[in-house]
């Protein structure tokens, strides 16, 4: 979990690699159906490109799906997910089902300047439709009123790991590894 810019999908593809499994990103599965234009594209590409979140029930129904799929059995990396109160819900009820329960929960952490400096630098490289001054803005406060709280409901549960996003982008992995290896301890 973090906000937009803190590293997250670059960080989930590290942590993925590590451990060998799949790193699920919820961002990533939205952002291949606009681009193929699949009824699912076609369904959320406005809100996205607003920087507002896809339903709750989309959502969860992806992530079920995912999680269904025969890569996931050995374990998984959630990126990107759950952002709201009734994605945590969900995904109890999944992890519940599947007899799994979560680790850990990563939260990278970055300050508001160095994101929005992130995201506008990103724009000029990769071109994402929701990385403009505007769209950032809105992101950062969805974030903020949507999905921060939700740290404190991990951290009660014994599950929040936080690290420092700030660094380059093999420091910053280094410091997940050492905070989840010394979780597992
Ligand atoms: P960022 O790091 O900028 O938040 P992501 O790739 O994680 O980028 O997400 C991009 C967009 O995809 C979000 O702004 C939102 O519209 C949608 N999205 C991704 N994950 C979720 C989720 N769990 N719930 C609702 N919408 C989501």
Known sequence: MGPPGAGKGTQ????AERYGIPAISTGDIFRTNVKNETPLGLKVKE????GGYVGDDITNG???NRLAEEDARGGFLLDGYPRTPAQVEALDGMLAELGEKL???VSLTADTDEVVTRLLKRAEIEGRADDNEETIRTRLDVYAKETAPLLATYADRGLLVEVDGLGDIDEVGQRIADALEAKKA
Do not use: E
């Open 47 to 50: 809100i996205m490109n607003a």
């Open 12 to 15: 989930a593809k590290g942590i």
């Open 62 to 64: 992806l992530i079920a």
């Open 103 to 105: 680790d850990a929960v």
